[in-house]
């Protein structure tokens, strides 16, 4: 009984019916008593190992796309076109021409390089670079001046989480982390990405991390979503629920500033700074290879990479400049 | 397990549906209006009009102006004489406080649809329900009465739907009303009797998955009854579309739901398209049909990945997600962001897909057709695998058509729908692409297992077929015409099914967006979680669930 009776489901594009509707390709039930032949079924357990390098050796940066916004004030001319542009307001303007005030939030990107098609001057460049994550969300945002120098008059960035404090994660949990996730809203597409890391292509136990089904088990909450009203409650009780000591991560431009949905009046804004240690994940979604490296961050495995919004001045083995 | 679950006792090959349904209660009778032929859309109009239900008066194309007191037999008309479906129903403000309900209803193969409205004033705004004859009507019914302060009359079920706080006026009114903090009343129905409990589980859940509360009566292992309760994911994204120029609004599109952000990019670029008049070049659509299909691919893998894991055998599912991987890196190749995100814009592409990936991606999709080809063969072989997904979690075709399934969940009940097919778009236009769409009848965890196999090794060669056709695309600019209905209307077979967008840019100079409403598949598939795991054991219930595959966010919004 193919179609159900709808109107159009008698083929009316003059094909053969049976081209349409059946799929030759769909494998039978009867198939399954064949006794067949010893075949290759593993291209990942049995065969060469798919579990990518890093974080113990290098990214496989010349696969991966090129999105993250850097901004060169050196050249730019202060047009707003990348303000205009932007959906979710990360870069805005003050002012125009040599000297106008700009303002680039990699926590509110969605790094969908609208910016960078936009401007003129091609100050704006899509850069490989992941290790965005940071432990203050100070750290996330960019202040040039048009026509500036880049980095000329950074404020001190200040670690929110004393070294003390850093210390005592590290030994705690830096052999084995024990993780809750908790969707407070988001699209999805954070799903997929936090759900990739248990891939053989990532395999994050293999770094002795490992997502927990109880917050009761938990060391750390990775949280993604902007917080909406419907959720806030049953996030503040994961939380309240989970043991001292803990920590935070908070994936996703959506939990740390919204993201696409800031403007709504159902959501938050992302998840509300508290006294937890925390390490902000930007990415729409962060790719999993960066959410390895929050965890490593969070771990004081690694250095913070992004200062001040400042990436390094080598990225991907290039000079920025 | 379930009594009414079908005999899988014979082998017979079961390509598509040939199991016979037992006692099927015999479809309505069809209708006793003509029927014109399908390619004439204007004809079916006129059909619906001239028959006995609709007004006469009609603006733009397609949309069709009902009377309030015509509105209910209109639309039963359509649905039971004309053999039309209820694909979705939305609010819109109109001038004075009024409110416009309309309604998309869409027939089989190559009929555009109609759009019915129907006005109501502001006064009152009292709709009179469709239930109990269209069960699909009603979470739209619930969703029109709390976002608009709409009245169903006679409405079988008035509770809130994803709204779970008060509100100082329903948020989608022109004032817009503000969230209270107060909680509003939300009851379960219950169940009673000896040894009989109840299971609450969620919103928070115990993997890497959205938020959603489902209740469960069970007595002893078997589900007596299950009733979810939805609205966790809710964001209020349909009003935040408005006033946004159409090109800004994309990322909130791929935001209804994240993994099918290609999707849904395309169903809202399509329906910009639609209603501004903007042509796409066909490199350009070619281009999308690759992304749509490598999208599907990797999407579905993650089905069968999670199936496989949730009978327990966590190798065949690592090997499942090595293809999966495979899939998203191509994905990520052609685009530069693994989910697709950003790449499909109104007017076409964002930018062109590298032609020197060409090799690699051909390379991907040939590893993962033969990689998924043997792992179904060795899963095949393993009873103890099988024998969980045989008689699991069963959808009949009746219920399936009651709540106007869709996707492959649909198709696996015997159901076959296929945007792509049936109502073919952008890339499918074209007659040499040819869908071949994979059905079973058993409506089990099985069934859909193999009608998602068969749709990923489907996707790869469709994606073979495009990457053949590609060309280096970028689209025009926007530039709007003036003689085009009101509405654009943007429909897409994502990974879960026919994925819709209706959007009406503001008048008269149409340069930003007035009213966007998106229906994810799974806002119809939802009720069907619920039929499927009646009489089933609790233990079964992740099966049911990851062969489901339901989106949260899409159906919350
Ligand atoms: S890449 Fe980031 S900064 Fe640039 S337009 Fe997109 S969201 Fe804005
Ligand atoms: S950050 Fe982006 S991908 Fe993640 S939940 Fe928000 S919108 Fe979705």
Known sequence: ?321 | MSAGAPDHGSEAPLLSATRSQGERTAPPPRSQVEVPGARDERKWVAAARGGPTLEEAEEGPWEVVVALERWRPSVLSLVHALRFRLATLWGENAHGGDVEVHGIFLGGAECRGVHLRVDLPGAARKLPSLLPDLPTALYFERELSEMFGVTILASPDTRPLLLHERHTAPPMLPAGGEPTGVRAPFGFPRTEGEGVYEVPVGPVHAGVIEPGHFRFQVRGEEILNLEVRLGYAHKGTERLFEGLEPSQATVLAESISGDMSVAGATAYALAVEDVLGVPVPPAAQTARGLLLELERAAFLMGDVAGIILDVGYAAGAAEANVLREQAYGTLELLTGSRLGRGAVVPGGLARPVPAEARVDVERSLDAVRRGLAGLVDHVHDQPSIMDRLRGTGVISLEVAEALGMVGPAARASGLVRDVRRDRPYGPYVHERVRVRVASRSEGDVEARFEVKVAEVLEACRLARHFLGEGGPATGPLISSRSARPRHGLGIVESPRGEFLVALRPSEPAKKVLARVHVRDPSFLNWPAIEYAVRGNIVPDFPLCNKSLNLSYSGFDR
């Open chain 1, 1 to 321: 009984m193919i179609g159900g009776g709808s109107p159009g489901s008698a083929t009316s594009r003059g094909e053969p019916s049976a081209d349409r509707e059946a799929a030759p390709s769909s494998p039978s039930r009867a198939r399954s008593t064949a006794s067949a032949p010893p075949r290759e079924t593993t291209s990942g357990i049995f065969g060469p190992c798919t579990t990518k390098a890093y974080p113990q050796g290098p990214a496989e940066l010349a696969r991966m796309g090129a999105r993250t916004p850097w901004h060169d004030p050196g050249v730019c001319e202060g047009t707003g076109a990348c303000a205009r542009a932007c959906p979710t307001e990360a870069i805005t303007i003050e002012g125009t021409g040599r000297g106008a005030r700009l303002r680039l939030d990699y926590g509110a990107c969605v790094f969908c390089r609208k910016c960078v098609d936009a401007c003129p001057t091609g100050a704006l460049r899509a850069v490989r670079f992941f290790e965005l994550a940071v432990r203050s969300k100070d750290d996330l945002v960019a202040r040039h001046v048009a026509g500036g120098t880049l980095g000329a008059n950074p404020p001190p960035s200040q670690d929110k989480v004393s070294r003390e404090v850093r210390e005592r994660i590290s030994r705690l949990f830096s052999g084995s982390l024990a993780v809750r996730a908790v969707d407070a809203g988001s699209c999805n597409g954070c799903e997929v990405e936090v759900s990739a890391l248990s891939w053989p292509a990532y395999d994050a136990e293999r770094l002795g991390i490992h997502f927990v089904a109880s917050p009761r088990h938990a060391d750390a909450l990775l949280v993604t979503g902007p917080v909406n009203r419907n959720m806030r409650l049953a996030l503040q009780k994961t939380l309240d629920a989970t043991p001292d000591p803990k920590f935070l991560v908070i994936a996703g431009a959506c939990g740390i500033s919204g993201g696409p949905f800031r403007r709504s009046k159902e959501v938050e804004g992302g998840v509300p700074p508290s006294d937890l240690p925390s390490v902000w994940v930007p990415g729409c979604p962060p790719r999993p290879e960066a959410l390895l490296y929050a965890f490593w961050l969070a771990l004081g495995r690694v250095e913070q990479q992004l200062k001040n919004g400042e990436l390094p001045p080598k990225v991907g083995g290039s000079s920025l400049r």
